[in-house]
């Protein structure tokens, strides 16, 4: 999977044209679509990574969590 994302590293478009076409036209789109819970379990798992470091590294942060979770929401990793 490494290989093959550095391969499309800047050419995502053809990457995605390149699966379609092996695997049909919508396969990729309904393969993007995680479960809710999937993505309801990574933001909250998110926000318990952010509350254990900040408690830990810098507990003066703690209040800024649900900020930043809603300053980055909707953002691609």
Do not use: C, H
């Not at 995605?16 to 995680?34: F, Q």
């Not at 809710?36 to 408690?55: A, C, H, P, R």
């Amino acid at each position: 999977m490494d290989r093959l994302l550095l391969k499309y590293k800047g050419k995502e478009g053809a990457l995605w044209e390149n699966l379609e076409k092996k695997y049909g036209k919508g396969s990729v789109k309904k393969a993007r679509a995680a479960p809710f819970k999937i993505m309801l379990e990574s933001i909250v798992n998110l926000k318990l990574t952010l509350t254990l470091l900040y408690q830990a590294e810098n507990p003066t942060k703690l209040s800024d969590v649900k900020e930043l979770l809603s300053k980055y929401k909707g953002m691609k990793v």
